[in-house]
């Protein structure tokens, strides 16, 4: 299988704080791969050396082949970033921000690009409004159709859904898996497991700057001890039982 993304024995501090202590891991094309910790753990660190946006000590990191040390061009111009926190102008309208993009890309239409991406993330009605104006879950999946824009054979998603409702969480999934079956690359991180658990293909553990532990779903659950198991399983009920409730109300 080809590799989208390879990282070896990747290391960087910020002064004293010594955050990624040799990380290894590598990312099939085509796949989503879920990057999984706690607050704190070096999630967004690994994000920003993948992107070009900060340098690593040391250890190695190639992304679409390209070395992000040595072509740090290349890799930009083969990948997007939706940011942990919304990159969106909130003066200009949803239509406005896309449209921007779609002309930063040198793409040759961009009002129909915009349209388009509008339509897909059911922005149509709001794409006269300025961002100001939208919800967490609107300015989530505009983010996200921005940073579709030119189609990037790879999209890095830092902690997409984190702060949405569950129906727009489940929304963004959908995205998600979407751009996965159209064969985007996806790398997200995040810090919950249900999330990981619907849409990755592979998971990774992040911990005190290690990896510490890679695989499946399958091959994860088998980790645990079954009481923990029981534990993660309960908590989509909760979530399904607001999403019936809403359901219900909507249904009125
Ligand atoms: N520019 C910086 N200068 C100093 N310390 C930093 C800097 N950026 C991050 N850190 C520290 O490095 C550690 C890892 O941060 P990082 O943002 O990578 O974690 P994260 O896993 O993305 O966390 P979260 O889930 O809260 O987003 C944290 O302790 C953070 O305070
Ligand atoms: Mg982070």
Same mark, same amino acid.
């Given at each position: 299988?080809?590799?989208a993304i390879?990282?070896?024995?990747?290391?960087?501090?910020?002064?004293?704080? $010594?955050?990624?202590?040799?990380?290894?891991?590598?990312v099939?094309k085509g796949?989503i791969?879920?990057?999984?910790?706690?607050?704190?753990?070096?999630?967004?660190?690994?994000v920003?050396?993948l992107t070009t946006?900060?340098?690593?000590?040391?250890?190695?990191?190639?992304v679409n082949g390209f070395?992000?040390?040595?072509?740090?061009d290349y890799v930009r111009q083969s990948i997007s970033l939706t940011g942990?926190?919304?990159?969106?102008?909130?003066?200009?309208?949803?239509?406005?921000?896309?449209?921007?993009i779609a002309?930063l890309r040198h793409l040759?239409?961009?009002?129909?690009v915009?349209?388009?991406l509008?339509?897909?993330?059911?922005?149509?009605?709001?794409?006269?409004?300025?961002?100001?104006?939208?919800?967490?879950?609107?300015?989530?999946?505009?983010d996200i159709a921005m940073s579709l824009i030119g189609k990037p054979q790879l999209i890095f998603l830092?902690?997409?859904?984190?702060? /949405?409702?569950?129906?727009?969480?489940?929304?963004?999934?959908?995205i998600v898996?979407e751009l996965a079956?159209g064969g985007t690359t996806v790398f997200l991180?995040?810090?919950? /497991?249900?999330?990981?658990?619907?849409?990755?293909?592979?998971?990774?553990?992040? $911990?005190?700057?290690?990896?510490?532990?890679?695989?499946?779903?399958?091959?994860?659950?088998? /980790?645990?001890?079954?009481?923990?198991?029981?534990?993660?399983?309960?908590?989509?009920?909760?979530?399904?039982?607001?999403?019936?409730?809403?359901?219900?109300?909507?249904?009125?």
């Amino acid at each position: 299988m080809e590799k989208a993304i390879q990282v070896k024995g990747l290391q960087k501090s910020y002064k004293k704080l $010594h955050v990624l202590k040799g990380v290894d891991f590598e990312v099939e094309k085509g796949s989503i791969f879920a990057l999984l910790g706690s607050n704190g753990a070096g999630k967004t660190t690994i994000v920003k050396i993948l992107t070009t946006l900060l340098k690593q000590d040391s250890g190695t990191a190639t992304v679409n082949g390209f070395d992000v040390g040595a072509k740090p061009d290349y890799v930009r111009q083969s990948i997007s970033l939706t940011g942990q926190f919304a990159a969106v102008d909130e003066i200009l309208t949803g239509r406005e921000n896309l449209i921007m993009i779609a002309k930063l890309r040198h793409l040759t239409n961009p009002r129909q690009v915009a349209d388009d991406l509008l339509n897909r993330f059911g922005l149509t009605e709001a794409s006269g409004r300025r961002v100001s104006t939208y919800s967490g879950g609107m300015r989530r999946r505009l983010d996200i159709a921005m940073s579709l824009i030119g189609k990037p054979q790879l999209i890095f998603l830092d902690e997409p859904t984190t702060g /949405l409702d569950p129906e727009a969480r489940i929304e963004v999934w959908k995205i998600v898996k979407e751009l996965a079956n159209g064969g985007t690359t996806v790398f997200l991180t995040t810090q919950y /497991l249900e999330e990981a658990e619907q849409l990755a293909d592979r998971i990774a553990i992040l $911990h005190e700057g290690k990896i510490i532990a890679n695989g499946t779903l399958a091959e994860l659950k088998n /980790l645990f001890p079954p009481a923990k198991v029981e534990y993660v399983e309960k908590q989509p009920t909760l979530e399904e039982i607001f999403l019936a409730i809403i359901g219900k109300k909507e249904e009125k």
